[in-house]
């Protein structure tokens, strides 16, 4: 089991930066991957970026170049930089963490969410 705790959301003007933080209940490198998820009204959630165990990223082609995904192991929690932030932006943001049995049955685990808007 994991849990995540997210933080960091909320109202930002177009251009400006925030930054998504995500807490897991256990170490991260026991993780295959974490990453964080999006979804705006109306649409389908939309993987946004992620990070594997061995350290590698990948990213939406929508945030690649403003946002970055990152991780502090000693506090087992992954970050999302947001710069240069867009209306289209706006949407519910959900760290999602992944982990393999030794049978390779996936588990995916889920935060509670965390709302952010950009607007002027």
């Known amino acids: 089991q994991v849990q995540l705790v997210e933080s960091g959301g909320g109202l930002v003007q177009p251009g400006g930066s925030l930054r998504l933080s995500c807490a897991a209940s256990?170490?991260?490198?026991?993780?295959?991957?974490m990453g964080w998820y999006r979804q705006a009204p109306g649409k389908e959630r939309e993987l946004v970026a992620a990070i594997t165990r061995g350290g590698s990223t990948n990213y939406a082609d929508s945030v690649k170049g403003r946002f970055t995904i990152s991780r502090d192991n000693a506090k087992n929690t992954v970050y999302l930089q947001m710069n240069s932030l867009k209306p289209e932006d706006t949407a519910v943001y959900s760290c999602?963490?992944?982990?393999?049995?030794?049978?390779?049955?996936?588990?995916?685990?889920w935060g509670q969410g965390t709302q952010v808007t950009v607007s002027s």
């Open positions: 999602n963490a992944v982990t393999y049995s030794d049978y390779g049955d996936r588990h995916d685990y």
């Open positions: 256990r170490s991260i490198f026991s993780i295959d991957a």
